[in-house]
């Protein structure tokens, strides 16, 4: 396999023909070579080649290559030659999305609009990007009608083949259930296109794939998936506080912290209309009567978690968000660290409840003081661990996830949830700006790691 990048340049000839500089057709070893198979995404057909004196690695596509391959745009790609008499150029990625309610031509993805731009902003001298809906697929004929970015950052829609490799950024966790959604995932594996990361996790999920993960269970806190009302107070007496959690949740929405104490009986902290609650009760059977009141049989899906003490800053708790990706030697990495203090009374630390982003140095100095890095470092070995043992549990491919981790007061480390597909509000931080900017990188050269279009360690 040999591996190069090019310029692709477009010619007006009809006939199905590619010119290659002098200095690409020695580093492809093409001396001599007549026809060969061109691909792109998909797509395969046979071009003449013919030499073309120029100095560079430049490809000449002709304008009856482009018309049967869908050739999207000029520019740098990469050159791959798989087998002797193969070329593949590219790679074609595409981002798979949702066009939404609030979508317009300029904004066709609605608030997602963005953080996908960026996205294909970042690959564009590596790969050919463009994003997609379910819609967007023809499979009688192997298309996709992409949403492209032109050089002014507006977008237009052209044909392509099926990918190479396809992120999936699809922002519904229930539209994923759906048999449309069930089939396209199907149909990328008949038609070998990889993909990641396929689909949200549930809490209960995630603490079922580290169950026999010995190394991971160490920093998981004990949890129980749809807990009898026995089990939840067997927990409360054994941990004096749980987190009791909708499996399925996130934003913190649904989720109550219980405390038990001897003398005082049971307490109930959670958010309502907005503002942060606290009740007491003084049987343990009351405090199930208002949780059985409030949700009835969906509190069978939920998960109860021992509670961990996080370290404070000014009586708040605080963690963290991992954001972990693989990179294009198909390792995890901390790519990105953000530190959240919660709001006062406020049992998350989500933003949007009042909680306050910070950075880790700011977050874990006032408890450890000196010995912040090596906490941290700590840290980051252990959520590159996690992944992996997720990975290890997982039938599909993970290239991203977001780890909520919190660090106790001794220093130890407990992941609370992993997100399959994680939000981004942490690199809204001044100082985490490049981390954003790295996680998006990282994106790519994992499609280009997952296409074979990286030279591999
Ligand atoms: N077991 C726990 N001990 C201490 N704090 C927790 C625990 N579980 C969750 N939390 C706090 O609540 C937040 C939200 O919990 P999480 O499991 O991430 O649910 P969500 O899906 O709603 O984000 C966490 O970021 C953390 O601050
Ligand atoms: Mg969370």
Known sequence: MSLTSCHVHFSPHSDKVIHLSSPLLKSLKFAGKKTVQLKLGKETIRATVRP??????????????????????????????????ELQFGPLIGILTDAGDKSNPNSPFAGRTGYIRQLLKTGESKAYLFAFTPRDINWQYNLVNGYFLNSSGGWYRQQVPLPDVVYNRLPSRKAEHSSTIMNLREKFIKNKIPFFNWSFFNKSDVYKM???????????????????????????????????KPTAGSLGIGIYRLTYHPTRGYFARYRRNGGNVLLRFTTFNSLMRMLQARHGSTLSQYVCQQGVRLIEIDGCPIDFRFHMHKDGNNEWVPVGIGAKKAGKGSVTTHIKNGGQLLTPEQALKATFGSRSDEVLEKAKEVSIKLCEAIERNFPHTLGELGLDIGIDKDGEIWMFEANAKPGRSIFGHPALKSQGRDSYSHIIDYCLYLTRFKGRE
């Open 52 to 85: 073309i004196r120029k100095a560079g690695h430049h490809l000449y596509l002709s304008a009856g290559i482009r018309q049967s391959m869908r050739v999207p745009k000029r520019g740098q790609v990469s050159l791959m030659q798989v087998e002797e008499g």
């Open 210 to 244: 580290l169950d026999e993960d010995v190394e991971a269970l160490q920093h998981l806190p004990e949890s129980v998936n749809n807990p009898k009302p026995e089990k939840i107070k067997e927990m409360l007496e054994k941990h004096q506080f749980i987190y009791f």
